[in-house]
């Protein structure tokens, strides 16, 4: 059973924008604190971004913070993740994750490609 839906992503060239999308079962919306994971060619899986339940605590990497921007429509049990002023080292698979508030994730979406690249 499908739990989570992403679109987006794509190939965009460096500073440029990017919005992803990962839609949820209402239950699951309502229930997980949602965000975003990465991996980059070669690497592991890291955590990029996150929202709590209420959507009034939001969490960020160093690395993504004043570009990033993650967001929850209730309305659409939908999170956002808007990308600004992407750099080549953005470019990875992303992964929308939905988890338990202080556990790890026990959703995952199938993935959305990436690509910073001039």
């Known amino acids: 059973q499908v739990q989570l839906v992403e679109s987006g992503g794509g190939l965009v060239q460096p500073g440029g924008s990017l919005r992803l999308s990962c839609g949820a079962s209402?239950?699951?919306?309502?229930?997980?604190?949602m965000g975003w994971y990465r991996q980059a060619p070669g690497k592991g899986r890291q955590f990029v971004v996150g929202?709590?339940?209420?959507?009034?605590?939001?969490f960020y990497i160093d690395s993504v913070k004043g570009r990033f921007t993650i967001s929850r429509d209730k309305s659409q049990n939908t999170v956002y993740l808007q990308m600004n002023s992407l750099r080549p080292e953005d470019t990875a698979v992303y992964y929308c994750?939905?988890?338990?508030?202080?556990?790890?994730?026990?959703?995952w979406g199938q993935g959305t490609q990436v690509t910073v690249s001039s």
């Open positions: 209402e239950h699951t919306f309502s229930s997980h604190a």
């Open positions: 929202i709590n339940v209420s959507g009034d605590k939001t």
């Open positions: 994750a939905a988890w338990p508030e202080g556990r790890d994730p026990d959703y």
